[in-house]
Antibody, heavy 124, light 106 residues
């Protein structure tokens, strides 16, 4: 059974960097069949996919257009985890952030395991 | 950008069948999946690849996808099925979620 355990601060000041980590158990961040995602949810934006990292002989990233200039998702193979960094945050980045595993076939990936969610508030 | 449209709310009586739709341009040419989310909890996958049920999901949950509409059907709806439901698809390596449908069982 895969488990995803999120950690990171719940309060970030405007213009600073939001940083979260997702620790994986029951699978490997270097899996050749899974990808590791960050998704956020807010009342105004609903569920919003932010991006993912995955390993297919080398590391790849896909990012949502809405955050592409501000986001970095990195794997940490030594700790079997992955991280989210979102730069230059504003109050609009206030949301519950989830990490999630996606798996499946090309064009038919689905999120089968989710972290517990972290409420991140952007406020001074 | 690609969009998925869901009705904001659907109501159903206990024991009846609930149908929640998700519309998108040529959605039938893609794979759709569905998530259930209860207040204060993380989403749970209930249908993937249009019509497959993950292990542990009751048989009363089923899905279909054709044309421009994917449909989540809950047969014999129970009070525990009251939740928000989200559809999701992939478009050009980008994930798209629907806006969510609040299912009320009354």
């Amino acid at each position: 059974q895969v488990q995803l355990q999120q950690s990171g601060p719940g309060l970030v000041k405007p213009s600073q960097t939001l940083s979260l980590t997702c620790a994986i158990s029951g699978d490997s961040v270097s899996s050749n069949s899974a990808a590791w995602n960050w998704i956020r949810q807010s009342p105004s934006r609903g569920l919003e996919w932010l991006g993912r990292t995955y390993y297919r002989s080398k590391w790849y990233n896909d990012y949502a257009v809405s955050v592409k200039s501000r986001i970095t998702i990195n794997p940490d193979t030594s700790k079997n985890q992955f991280s989210l960094q979102l730069n230059s945050v504003t109050p609009e980045d206030t949301a519950v952030y989830y990490c999630a595993r996606d798996i499946g076939i090309v064009g038919a990936y689905y999120f089968d395991f989710w972290g517990q969610g972290t409420l991140v508030t952007v406020s001074s | 950008s690609y969009e998925l449209t869901q009705p904001p709310s659907v109501s159903v009586s206990p024991g009846q069948t609930a149908s929640i739709t998700c519309s998108g341009d040529k959605l039938g040419d893609k794979y759709a999946c569905w998530y259930q989310q209860k207040p204060g909890q993380s989403p749970v996958l209930v249908i993937y690849q249009d019509s497959k049920r993950p292990s542990g999901i009751p048989e009363r949950f089923s899905g279909s996808n054709s044309g421009s509409t994917a449909t989540l059907t809950i047969s014999g709806t129970q009070a525990m099925d009251e939740a928000e439901y989200y559809c999701q698809a992939w478009d050009s390596s980008i994930v798209v979620f629907g806006g969510g449908t609040k299912l009320t069982v009354l």
